[in-house]
């Protein structure tokens, strides 16, 4: 069962359906705010983002401020909402399963892409009701809550001998999902209509629902009373906490607690980098680039940790210098082939997250891997929210003097992550030969992490 494929089918449906609808969903609120909310001719307010004129960049200077609040409302309560409703689904689906939580999730994501769909049938109605229509997948957990008990089911499910791998597979099920839905998505919607592509979104979501309800639930020993008062309860949240901050013997919380650290730092960088570097090139060399990506997180995985048995933390070192150098590429950068190298550096980056995950889940026992999980993914969330403002807000400050400075930015603090990451290997380094993995029972020894690398 170890290998079987699980939760990666319905967690590729639910990616490709949120990229395909992604540009879609933006081009929508700007159409209906155009014509419905600020009263222009409803044929020009048509041609916004398909065709260029100065007529049509006139009317997108006045329109777009007003479209990009709506979104940044709908994105910011949706952010915000299904963060703090992570804290509580991880904990809860350690003690009652995980197939409820995906389930619902899929539940959730299907109704929304309908409700968009009949909100894009009726010509009149505000944009502001693609917030209304969003709630669903909002209050079943989101996005942050279907991923943290996805990484909790595979954790199950897999040992320490693939546990890498299966980690690797989760990255490159998720890549694969973003690169399929932008791929796809700009031609399925002039090959047919708004309403089309979030019913096609929709019907992805619903079979991924369908494929989840036939898989083996993982947790056996699972409660089965108080599910809905167990759900809202403050001691879920203060158990999260203290069980990702407990003493755990050989060092064990200190490693915890760094890679916790570099895997929301790895997310920042890569929102916020992400944000200003994909915009700047065409779609062919982001498509390159996400396929470098895959590619190397998979065959690299494969080869180094399941064939050659190389420990994570040595390979989320080599990833941290990959992106180190890779940045330091794009901001020296003049000509095009230094792009295009920084690009098939970056390949090996991939690393990152998934040995930082599988690190972290053999150091967890299984009735407290998904409260973990829950807290590395509100902690990724919550700091991913202030990367994209920042790293814009540096790119306009310094457009005019040094437009690469972010990359600059990028580097320094995956220097950082390699500070870090070497300070893991040098607690590895000071412990017992094995990992423990299964005696994280509470202990008196001294756990600092100073007093490990002193």
Not at 151 to 169: F, H, K, V
Not at 176 to 192: M, Q
Not at 240 to 264: D, S
Request: hydrophobic share 45%; with cysteine.
């Amino acid at each position: 069962m170890a290998l079987a494929v699980t939760v990666e089918v319905p967690l590729l449906l639910i990616f490709f359906s949120f990229m395909l609808t992604a540009s879609v969903y933006t081009n929508l609120i700007i159409y209906r705010t155009c014509y419905v909310t600020l009263g222009y001719n409803k044929s020009l307010c048509a041609l916004l983002g398909n065709v260029d004129t100065n007529e049509t960049e006139k009317l997108e200077k006045l329109v777009e401020p007003e479209a990009a609040t709506i979104s940044m409302v709908g994105s910011t309560i949706g952010s915000v909402y299904t963060v703090i409703l992570c804290l509580f689904i991880g904990p809860w689906s350690d003690r009652f399963g995980r197939k409820p939580v995906l389930i619902l999730n899929l539940i959730g994501a299907t109704m929304s892409h309908v409700g968009i769909a009949i909100f894009s049938y009726f010509q009149n109605i505000s944009p502001w009701y693609t917030i209304v229509c969003s709630l669903p997948f909002m209050v079943t957990g989101g996005a942050a809550s279907f991923i943290t008990v996805s990484l909790a089911y595979i954790t199950d499910i897999s040992n320490e001998e693939n546990r890498g791998i299966r980690m690797a597979i989760f990255e490159a099920v998720i890549g694969c999902g973003f690169l399929l839905g932008t791929i796809s998505s700009s031609y399925l919607y002039y090959a047919t209509n708004y309403v089309c592509v979030f019913i096609i979104a929709a019907a992805l979501c619903a079979l991924g629902l369908v494929y989840t309800l036939f898989i083996p639930e993982p947790l056996q020993n699972r409660e089965t009373e108080g599910q809905v008062k167990g759900f809202f309860q403050v001691s879920n949240v203060v158990d999260m906490v203290r069980t990702t901050i407990k003493k755990r013997q050989n060092f064990n919380r200190g490693i915890i607690l760094l890679t916790i650290t570099i895997l929301t730092l790895h997310i920042f960088f890569v929102m916020g980098d992400g944000s200003l570097f994909f915009p700047l090139f065409e779609r062919k060399i982001r498509s390159a680039t996400s396929v470098v990506g895959i590619i190397g997180t998979l065959g690299g995985t494969y080869l180094l940790h399941q064939l050659l048995h190389i420990n994570e933390a040595v390979l989320l070192l080599l990833g941290c210098f990959t992106v180190t150098a890779a940045a330091l590429l794009q901001g020296l950068g003049n000509k095009d082939w230094y792009i295009y190298t920084a690009g098939s550096i970056r390949g090996l980056s991939g690393f990152i997250s998934p040995m930082a995950r599988s690190l972290v889940s053999k150091l967890v026992p299984e009735d407290e891997i998904g409260k973990v999980f829950a807290m590395i993914i509100a902690s990724e969330n919550t700091l991913s929210l202030a990367s994209s403002p920042l790293y814009t807000a540096l790119y306009n400050a310094t457009i005019n003097t040094d437009p690469g400075l972010f990359n600059y930015v990028t580097a320094s603090g995956y220097l950082f992550n390699i500070i870090l990451t070497i300070i893991i290997i040098v607690i590895q380094k000071r412990k017992t030969p094995s990992y423990d993995t299964l005696n994280n029972e509470e202990t008196n020894e001294d756990d600092d992490v100073t007093q490990a690398i002193n």
